[in-house]
Every structure is written in C-alpha cells, then in structure tokens.
C-alpha cells in the first residue's frame, strides 16, 4: 500500500529564526520515513524575513502563504487546513517545541482508526524541558481541568495533531477565539477515537512567546462557547448558576453589612436581595445569555425583576422563616437564595432571555 500523503500545518509570526531549523528537521522525517511531507506555514504577515527566507530555501515541498485577513493562530490553522489536500493532516507549530520526528506514530494512530491523534505532554511517556517551570505547568493543568466537560485528554491543550481530511471536512461552524485550536476541532468535528502520543516539549529557542494573559482569557471564553454548543441548554444553567453563586456571595456579604449597621433583619434582607437581583441581571446579560444582548436592556431588567418576582418572594419568605429558627442569619440566607433558583432560571431563559438565535 502507497503511504499515505501528508500536509503539515505550520501557523507562524515571526518566527524566521526558527523556520530553517523546523525545515531542516522535517526533511529528516521525510528521508528517513519516506512520507510524502508537504509544508504549508500560515503566516501572520510577520514582515521579518519569513517569506523570503522561504523563498531563498527554494524546497519543492515547503511553501509558505501570507495572510493579511482575519490572522491569528486558530484562524491561520483553518486557512491552511482548508487549503490542504493530502488525505493527512498535521498542525504543529513552529517555535521547535514540539518535535517532529513524532509525526510518522501519530499518522499510525490514525491509520489504526482513531479520529485525531495528539502529541502530548502529559500522557505517560511525555515530558516538558527540566526548566519548564511549576507556574506553567499549573497554568496549564488548570487550563486541563477547566476543559474536562469537553474532553478527558491529559494534554488538550496541545498545538500538535494530526488528523484525516475527512474528519476535518466534517466539521461545521467553526468559530475559534484565542490560539487552542485542537479543542475546537475535536467538537465541532465531532471527534470521538483520540490517541495520544507521547512527546517531548521543549523550550521556546528564538523569539518570544505569544502567549499573554489576554490569550488566557480567550481562552475561558473559547471554552464557553464550546459549552454552549455541546450542551445548549444545561450550559446556560451552569453559567446561571455561577451567576447566582456569585449573586449569592454579594447578598450575603450585603446582609451582613447591613446587619453590622444596625438595620432591621426584614429590611437587610430585602435590601440585599434587591441588590443582588440587580447583579444577577448584569451578568446573565453579559454571559448567561448573551445571545439576547442585542434587545432593550430595560425591558429586559424589567422582564428579569418581573419573572423573578416570585422566585424573589420565595427567597424573602423561606430566609425570614429561618431566621426565627437558627442563630445563623447568612445560613437562612443561603437557604433562601437556593429556594428561588430553579424558578429564576426556567424564567430567565425561556421569557426574559428567550432565544431567537445565538449570537457570541
């Protein structure tokens, strides 16, 4: 059987430092695998020597394309992805920490059946450099546990994997935000058989990182939208919930404020839980539902306190009870705050935020 043709996916900016190295690797691979590599860099418009250098390196099977629209990371991943043709397809990037001599076993994985096959870090057998440092490896496996409810990858943060074409092609509504395209990929392509395969990661040798806090706050946002098309609805109730747990934390902080001031129990109560209402509205707008942001916010606030009229009332009633029968009024609070969740949140989103369409 012939083997298989291969794309490799290179996103790049400003990396001209590091492009002959990364060739110079990949055409080790080819001579001593034999595979057909072809090399597509995706970059950025980095003005610094790239594109020339490339052209001066005059290799038949690498090529790199200037983007000047919609740039970035995920996005230049898709662009040449879509652009590709070889049946496999490989992304990696090009600051030489993930090792390409790893290809040739993450193509076997695919040849053996499963959908994407992932170079990983954290999967018995893989590695970071001895000076990776315990802030990135905590970033990162906080940045793991966060994706858990989308996938069980020790390592899905990984920019380095491959898959068929077919599986790409199978994707629909793409709609990445930030630099972490794999998890992207592996939803919306609906990809179930993942592989991964152990990699050594190594330090960044030219250039500087591009990841920034800005790309981490991306990245909970990607993660977001990713809930929301895998679990819709029940998404939506576990931002509401978020919501009304930190509704709940400036409620009781009110409360006891209040309390400390010398207000009457009734009236602290009811203060708080207005106040706290008025929270909640914000951040279910923002977040919860922010597909309805493009309507009245008026009508909405006046909608929001209409349908949580009740909810309200049951909060303000099942507190006041408990307030005769524990010495702990914060206690009687939370009690209250949970009593009027469920009622919140069917009304929240099916009349005051109901859905027309999504938008992010």
């Known amino acids: 059987m012939p083997r298989p043709s291969v794309t ?18 990949i055409e080790q691979v080819r001579s001593s695998s034999g595979l057909p590599i072809e090399v597509l860099l995706m970059d950025d418009d980095s003005r610094d020597g790239s594109a ?47 090792p390409p001599e790893r290809i040739p076993e993450m193509l076997k994985a695919l040849e053996a059946g499963m959908d994407v096959a992932v170079g990983s870090r954290f999967v018995e057998g893989g590695s970071t450099a001895h000076d990776w440092g315990f802030l990135r490896w905590l970033n990162s496996r906080i940045a793991t546990l966060l994706a858990l409810p989308l996938t069980r990858l020790s390592d899905p943060m990984s920019g380095f994997f491959a898959l068929r074409r077919s599986t790409f092609l199978a994707g629909k509504d793409f709609n990445p935000v930030g630099y972490k395209i794999l998890l992207e990929l592996i939803i919306k392509c609906h990809c179930r058989r993942v592989a991964e395969v152990p ?16 790309e981490q706050l991306r990245y909970l946002q990607h993660l977001r939208r990713l809930y929301i098309f895998k679990y819709g609805t029940w998404s939506h109730l576990m931002q509401f919930l978020v919501v009304g747990f930190s509704g709940m934390i400036v409620n009781l902080a009110l409360l006891t404020a209040l309390l400390a001031a010398g207000v009457a129990d009734r009236t602290a109560v009811a203060v708080a839980i207005a106040l706290s209402l008025v929270w909640n509205f914000i951040l279910n707008r923002r977040f919860s539902f922010s597909y309805a942001r493009d309507r009245s916010i008026l009508h909405q606030f006046l909608g929001f306190v209409a349908a949580c009229a009740l909810g ?45 369409y999504i938008k992010d």
């Open 8 to 25: 490799l996916v290179v996103p790049t900016y400003r990396e001209v430092e590091s492009i002959p190295h990364l060739l110079a690797r």
């Open 312 to 356: 309200a009332a049951v909060n303000y009633m099942v507190t006041v009870r408990l307030l005769a029968l524990t010495p702990y009024k914060q206690l009687a609070a939370m009690a209250g705050i949970l009593a009027g969740t469920v009622f919140n949140f069917v009304a929240s989103r099916f009349f005051v935020f109901r859905a027309r």
């Open 52 to 98: 020339e250098l490339v052209e001066r390196l005059a290799l038949p099977w690498a090529k790199l394309i200037t983007r000047t629209t919609n740039r970035g990371l995920s996005y230049a991943v898709l662009d040449g992805l879509d652009r590709a043709q070889s049946e496999m397809l490989v992304v990696m990037d090009a600051d030489l920490s993930h």
């Open 199 to 214: 990699i050594h990661f190594d330090n960044r040798r030219f250039g500087e990182s591009k990841l920034t806090f800005a």
